[in-house]
């Protein structure tokens, strides 16, 4: 069973920067979107950034201009920058992967990123 592994996540101060990355254990054909996702204690998982089988991009409006999602398609692994960090950016960050044959969903085990005022 192919698993996806989160990785580069930690503490950092405010205003600093982290890059988290994501890779398969195995081979995944046909994937249609990678994407971050993060949640807090308490609160619902959210979308933090997508990225498609295009290269297209899109992000959640609480981290437009400070976060960069990109894709190595060769070797299925996807990257987040997160510069600027904040408190509020304190969360468990997971992985994501959609493909569509077969159409099936991967979710990383999830990697704490903790910001400190």
């Known amino acids: 069973q192919v698993h996806l592994v989160e990785s580069g996540g930690g503490l950092v101060q405010a205003g600093g920067s982290l890059r988290l990355s994501c890779a398969a254990s195995?081979?995944?054909?046909?994937?249609?979107?990678m994407s971050w996702y993060r949640q807090c204690p308490g609160k619902q998982r959210e979308l933090v950034a997508v990225?498609?089988?295009?290269?297209?991009?899109n992000y959640a409006d609480s981290v437009k201009g400070r976060f960069a999602i990109s894709r190595d398609a060769a070797n299925n692994t996807v990257s987040l920058q997160m510069n600027s960090l904040k408190p509020e950016d304190t969360a468990v960050y997971y992985c994501?992967?959609?493909?569509?044959?077969?159409?099936?969903?991967?979710w990383g085990q999830g990697i704490q990123v903790t910001v400190s005022s």
């Open positions: 195995g081979s995944i054909f046909s994937i249609l979107t």
């Open positions: 994501n992967y959609n493909a569509y044959r077969p159409m099936r969903t991967y």
């Open positions: 990225i498609n089988s295009s290269s297209g991009t």
